[in-house]
């Protein structure tokens, strides 16, 4: 490959990145039995040492082979290719041993750092342009994090205890309960053209026009969805979609996943934390189809995802839409519920800058938010630099969250970020708020 321009602090912040992305990778499993990485937990998830093969091969196929010629394969071929050996049967495979796992894991790291310490950035190759490949490499290791939060929380056998934890603040905004906010309707921007590290569904930025709505202040609060819980929200047909009621008869749900009542107390596991619903959190682990049948009982509705951005990030004064919801200023866990350490959701409100310029709260962090929308390209999309990623999941049958929770790491969090899963899906630290036409 042809050099043509460098960016030595780019790259070496790149690398940099990457060990702080592996440190916490090993952080989280640190606690862990082998018994633990082994088993799978639960059906709809991988064998934590799945998850650390996959994310090791995934770098080793993306910054060893994959630089330099043609693309070859989007994943790695073998046991840790997602689409060879979907999650339900990855409890059957043959693993390495947790000590091999994670010498693998050193060996590829170090014949990647060979590799790319010799990388020159160049803005001719789509891959080395502005060192977007190593912030692929990096969000695909943080996303495998969150999966693995996700398993932890599913954990069987005794509760994962974390090797550290901060807390989240104690003050908060006071924020009336149902509290709505308006969009006036109009032309808004939607997207983005960054090709330093968005993913290939955030773009293009392109222009939308957007009837006038109402949006919810904040994600719906625990107390709210009790109320819906104890006005026979989950024995009402007429509240609940088709589809719904079909997920309903056959899930036998009454509450979010991990919620049981006990003498008439609502209570909750979260990690290693066992305790009473906490009304001031927004509720979270719910499906599409629970948000749908709360915003129906609430004489409202979920937002799209269009509505969603503009809620988050648009600016009516100026007519643009700002990098996040508070400015430009990159997300961190001074300025939202992110970052995985807090192990769980925080009151509503409790990150007085989390504001959008509409006044909506908190819509970056604490839970990821369902929207009404399908997941498919915008106008204009191309796949890049793998179709594997986003388009062969283009289709009704999955519905975009936004927002992150607080199991995203920051270099995720971003308003343009697309999330996409299947509306039964509850396992996922997702929430909702809703909206309503004006």
């Excluded at 693995?148 to 954990?155: A, D, E, G, R, S």
């Amino acid at each position: 490959m042809t050099a043509v321009a460098t960016d030595p602090a780019r790259l070496e912040a790149l690398l940099a990145r990457l060990e702080e992305a592996r440190q916490r990778t090993r952080e989280l499993v640190a606690p862990l039995s082998d018994e633990d990485l082994r088993r799978q937990h639960d059906p709809l998830m991988s064998p934590i040492l799945w998850d650390l093969g996959h994310i090791a091969h995934f770098e080793e196929l993306w910054l060893t082979r994959n630089l330099d010629g043609p693309i070859q394969f989007a994943e790695m071929p073998g046991m840790y290719n997602p689409f060879e050996h979907p999650r339900r049967v990855r409890g059957e495979l043959v693993y390495p041993t947790r000590d091999e796992s994670l010498a693998i894991m050193q060996d590829i790291r170090d014949r990647v750092l060979e590799r790319v310490g010799r990388l020159v950035l160049d803005p001719n190759h789509p891959l080395l342009r502005d060192g977007y490949v190593l912030e692929m490499v990096l969000q695909h290791e943080y996303q495998h994090d969150e999966t693995i939060l996700q398993t932890l929380q599913l954990k069987s056998g005794h509760p994962y205890r974390p090797v550290r934890r901060v807390p989240v603040p104690d003050s908060r905004l006071s924020i009336e309960r149902g509290a709505m906010v308006r969009f006036p309707g109009g032309r808004a921007t939607l997207g983005t053209q960054d090709r330093t590290a968005a993913y290939d569904n955030e773009r293009p930025r392109h222009e939308v026009t957007i009837a006038p709505f109402q949006i919810d202040v904040a994600a719906v609060r625990n107390g709210e969805y009790i109320a819906f819980m104890e006005d026979g929200g989950y024995a009402r047909r007429d509240l609940w979609s088709d589809a719904g009621w079909r997920w309903l008869q056959e899930s036998r749900a009454r509450a979010p996943r991990y919620w049981r009542c006990a003498e008439g107390t609502w209570l909750t596991r979260s990690m290693d934390r066992d305790g009473p619903v906490d009304p001031d959190h927004p509720v979270c682990h719910v499906c599409f189809h629970e948000a749908e049948a709360y915003a129906r009982w609430a004489g409202k509705r979920l937002p799209t995802e269009s509505e969603w951005e503009v809620a988050a990030t648009w600016d009516p004064r100026t007519g643009a839409a700002l990098a996040f919801p508070w400015g430009n200023e990159p997300v961190s866990v001074e300025l939202a519920n992110v970052d995985q350490l807090a192990f769980g959701t925080a009151p509503v409100g409790a990150y007085p800058r989390n504001v959008s310029p509409l006044g909506c709260v908190a819509m970056i962090g604490d839970v990821w938010e369902w929207t009404a929308s399908g997941f498919s390209g915008y106008p204009g999309f191309e796949a890049f630099p793998y179709a594997e990623y986003s388009e062969v999941f283009f289709g009704d049958e999955y519905k975009v969250l936004r927002g992150g929770s607080w199991a995203t790491r920051p270099a995720v969090a971003r308003p343009t970020f697309r999330n996409w899963d299947y509306p039964v899906r509850r396992q996922i630290f997702a929430g909702f708020r809703c909206a309503r036409n004006d």
